[in-house]
């Protein structure tokens, strides 16, 4: 069954269980091409004004708290990222950077945008493509691992995991970098608590934002301005959502290469995982 770790075969390399339903599988693999669509489309849109704002408004002279540009040096054109008035040289990354030879003014390079030359309006059509597939699965995701109680039952922590033992045990295991070990859940409480954060707090966060940035939905929906503080603030919100949802996808992909790349990909694609020798869960 969906819900129960059971052991599919042995060998001394250690037991096969049951590791990723088959709800989580296919919303992983849809989720990387729409993930991938959205990031590389929102860098393309972001180049079209890559300063942002809290409110309602937000223009070229306005104070913004980030901004992603360059400016021209006694050694030439220098790329720079500003954070509330701290200031980066980031040439050769962002604001400047070389293309065929070329130097470029732009906040993010060619080898992030899609498309990788310069079209807001491409920029767009991509980011609908991929916010279409992320809504649209994330919708049947959600209900589905409502009705396999996927999420009651592997997401939410349990009260033994959250005693103080069992907290200090589960960050001794990531710090020793034992990601695989006995227990009767499959995932341990810091798992949960990272993939909760993003389900239930940054992906609902960029959708909500997404929209509030919609004309046609402040039309609608007008109280979505509200609730957000204004399109720019929503505008940051949704940035900083997007950074957030970058960096814990470089953590997970640095986990999954810690703990063996082929055991953890096999794992997502066939929903079986091999525990080490001598663990018989």
Request: net charge positive.
């Amino acid at each position: 069954m969906a819900g129960e770790t059971t052991t599919m075969s042995s060998n001394a390399k250690g037991p096969l269980v049951k590791r990723h339903r088959l709800s989580t599988r296919v919303w992983h693999w849809t989720n990387m091409v729409a993930i991938f669509l959205l990031i590389g489309s929102g860098a393309t849109i972001f180049n079209a004004h890559p300063r942002l704002y809290w409110g309602e408004y937000g223009a070229n002279f306005d104070p913004a708290w980030l901004v992603i540009d360059d400016r021209q040096s006694a050694t030439g054109p220098r790329g720079f990222v500003n954070i509330g008035g701290a200031e980066f040289d980031t040439t050769g990354v962002l604001g400047v950077f070389e293309k065929g030879g070329e130097t470029r003014m732009r906040a993010f390079p060619h080898w992030v945008t899609i498309p990788a030359e310069y079209s807001l309006s491409a920029g767009r059509r991509y980011h609908l493509l991929g916010a279409w597939i992320f809504g649209v699965a994330g919708f049947v995701y959600f209900f589905w691992s409502l009705f396999n109680r996927h999420i009651q039952r592997d997401l939410i922590p349990r009260k033994w995991q959250l005693t103080p033992a069992c907290v200090r045990a589960d960050i001794k295991n990531h710090i020793k970098l034992n990601f695989i070990h006995s227990g009767t859940e499959k995932y341990s409480l810091l798992q949960k608590l990272s993939y909760a954060g993003v389900i239930l707090v940054i992906l609902p966060v960029l959708v909500a934002t997404g929209l509030t940035m919609s004309p046609n939905m402040n039309a609608a929906w007008p109280w979505l301005l509200d609730i957000f503080g204004g399109r720019q603030s929503a505008r940051s919100l949704h940035f900083i959502a997007a950074f957030l949802l970058i960096a814990f996808i470089f953590v997970h992909l640095i986990l999954v290469v810690l703990a063996g790349p082929y055991n953890e990909i096999r794992s997502m694609i066939t929903g079986k995982l091999r525990l080490p020798a001598g663990d018989g869960r």
